[in-house]
């Protein structure tokens, strides 16, 4: 069976530049991108973990089908975003919840231009 090509910054950097109106920058002092400054997603201090923004219902979700992918902190419990293993996670599951997240943030204007 071959393995599975790990999941990289450049990785996200890759499907994020190719969503519209995605910029990237940084959030407490890490690499991040936004839409129209409004955070997606963004690297841990640890360089092995992101930070994405989501619904507490769809971080519960993950959480709970793939808790060796997602997870969350204490520090985050009040806040709506999921923690991800960027070890674990496959491409796929990256794109679907970055383009889900996307969609969430981005002005109506740019989120009829659905990724």
């Known amino acids: 069976m071959p393995s ?3 999941v990289t910054w450049d990785t996200i950097r890759e499907i994020m530049l190719a969503m519209p109106g995605v910029e990237e920058g940084a959030s407490y002092g890490t ?9 997606i997603v963004r690297l ?7 930070v994405v923004q989501c619904g507490f ?7 709970s089908a ?3 992918v997602f997870f969350n902190t204490p520090h ?7 923690l991800v293993r960027l070890a674990r996670v496959s491409r796929r599951d990256l794109r679907e919840l970055l383009a889900m997240t996307w969609r969430r943030q981005a002005p109506r204007a740019l989120s009829s231009k659905v990724p």
Not at 44 to 50: A, H, L, P, S, Y
Not at 76 to 82: F, K, Q
Request: cysteine-free.
């Open 66 to 68: 793939r808790p060796d």
């Open 76 to 82: 985050y419990h009040g806040y709506p975003t999921v």
């Open 4 to 6: 599975r090509a790990k």
């Open 57 to 63: 219902d769809e971080r519960d979700f993950r959480i």
């Open 44 to 50: 841990k201090e640890d360089g092995e973990t992101i």
């Open 31 to 39: 690499p991040a991108f936004k839409v129209k400054k409004k955070l």
